[in-house]
């Protein structure tokens, strides 16, 4: 795809009639990952300011993320991933959209195994392992496949636009681990959402 001027605003304005006009799931992946192509593919799309890894607004010095907007049945942030950056499986309860606009993310998914009768465990199986290049939109699809591993194995920060159905923060979530198998809940308390 070649660059585009499309904007923010024009993000935002075009992804509320989306989500008001209530659309099946197919249909809002369908239309929602084009109008994020187009987003990701304006290197002015996102301020600068929200394009770099930043101790006292993100997780660690080598994290960021900001919200961009916040509203009914959606939220926009940008996230960025310093080089090494690393976050374990875990999923969202939500349908998402991941869009790539700097460098470059390894993104590993899971199925989960087990029938979640057994509190604090989980089997998961890798399913696969893809590097999300710049330009291109990675779909979380609720309780089908939205379980996944991010890596940054690069030398600098990938910075990516990340579209969910509703505010992560407060959402109640399921952290994995792949070598004993537990599982934690968690929630965050701020914008942190990936
Ligand atoms: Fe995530």
Redesign the pocket.
């Known amino acids: 795809m070649t660059t585009s001027t499309y904007a923010l605003e024009e993000f935002i304005d075009d992804m509320t009639l989306l989500v008001e006009s209530q659309p099946d799931q197919e249909r809002l992946f369908d239309v929602g990952s084009s109008y994020l192509e187009r987003l990701i593919n304006n290197p002015d799309a996102v301020p600068e300011e929200y394009r770099v890894p930043a101790e006292s607004r993100g997780r660690s010095a080598n994290h960021g993320s900001y919200i961009l907007y916040r509203g009914d049945g959606l939220a926009i942030t940008s996230v960025v991933w310093g080089p090494g950056d690393h976050?374990a499986p875990?999923d969202?309860r939500t349908w998402g959209m991941i869009g790539v606009m700097d460098n470059g993310i390894t993104e590993t998914r899971f199925d989960r195994k087990d029938d979640g009768s057994r509190d604090g465990f989980a089997v998961l199986e890798k399913v696969r392992e893809t590097l999300v290049r710049p330009g291109e939109v990675s779909l979380?699809i609720p309780d089908v496949d939205e379980i996944?591993q991010?890596d940054n194995y690069s030398d600098r920060p990938t910075v990516e636009v990340h579209v969910y159905g509703q505010d992560l923060k407060g959402l109640e979530r399921c952290m994995f681990n792949l070598e004993t198998g537990a599982t934690k809940t968690f929630s965050t308390t701020r914008w942190d959402n990936?």
């Open positions: 976050i875990h969202h979380l996944h991010m990936c």
